[in-house]
T-cell receptor, first 113, second 115 residues
Framework: DQQVKQNSPSLSVQEGRISILNCDYT??????FLWYKKYPAEGPTFLIS?????DKNEDGRFTVFLNKSAKHLSLHIVPSQPGDSAVYFC????????????FGKGTKLSVIP | DTAVSQTPKYLVTQMGNDKSIKCEQN?????MYWYKQDSKKFLKIMFS???????INETVPNRFSPKSPDKAHLNLHINSLELGDSAVYFC??????????????FGDGTRLSIL
């Protein structure tokens, strides 16, 4: 059973526009959420995180929004740049899972120049 | 300087063999992990380990065993390799103990192919 779901396998966005990547989770015990970015033949790189006590966290062009009641989070990238083209993984963690990360399947973002 | 390094990057071997993948981190982190990314692209935790505790994902066959000679290394040993073991294996590390929320830093993966 997928506890973290990324229902869009791919997303294409024009350079300069906003990219919105979505993630849903089912386990109500998750209380820490992360986004990772992955280029081909490389490992995932940490991008941004959010604790369940917040509903928004911003770092430069990247903003993560958390809607706990809907068990939904999203990553906004604005403005999108060609170098943002990668696979983005949503991950979640909770005390009952010994703080281990549960990952979604990833969304491949393509930013078109 | 590579923070989390894995060797080898590619590993091709026959079914039934025993193999090891090495992982080293130079970040001074206390906790290390092994993940498996299967053909469906899911990244699944296999083990997490610090000098006090090993946590094993219950779905991991006992043919897989982590071995840590010191805090900076967590190697993965696999006995009697099976076709289903073909995957990309990622090592990761994080600061602090397992009872904290910390982003994990990943290596570049080892692609294991079983013939």
């Amino acid at each position: 059973d997928q506890q973290v779901k990324q229902n869009s396998p791919s997303l294409s966005v024009q350079e300069g526009r906003i990219s919105i990547l979505n993630c849903d989770y089912t386990n109500s015990m998750f209380d820490y959420f992360l986004w990772y970015k992955k280029y081909p033949a490389e490992g995932p790189t940490f991008l941004i995180s959010i604790s369940s006590i917040k509903d928004k966290n911003e770092d430069g062009r990247f903003t993560v929004f958390l809607n706990k009641s809907a068990k939904h989070l999203s990553l906004h990238i604005v403005p999108s740049q060609p170098g943002d083209s990668a696979v983005y993984f949503c991950a979640a963690s909770g005390r009952t899972g010994s703080y281990q990360l549960t990952f979604g399947k990833g969304t491949k973002l393509s930013v078109i120049p | 300087d590579t923070a989390v390094s894995q060797t080898p990057k590619y590993l091709v071997t026959q079914m039934g063999n025993d193999k090891s993948i090495k992982c080293e981190q130079n970040l001074g982190h206390d906790t290390m992990y092994w993940y498996k990314q299967d053909s469906k692209k899911f990244l699944k935790i296999m083990f997490s380990y610090n000098n006090k505790e090993l946590i094993i994902n219950e779905t991991v066959p006992n043919r897989f065993s982590p071995k840590s000679p010191d805090k900076a290394h967590l190697n993965l040993h696999i006995n009697s390799l099976e076709l289903g073991d073909s995957a990309v294996y990622f090592c990761a590390s994080s600061p602090g103990g397992q009872g904290t929320y910390q982003p994990q830093h990943f290596g570049d993966g080892t692609r294991l192919s079983i013939l």
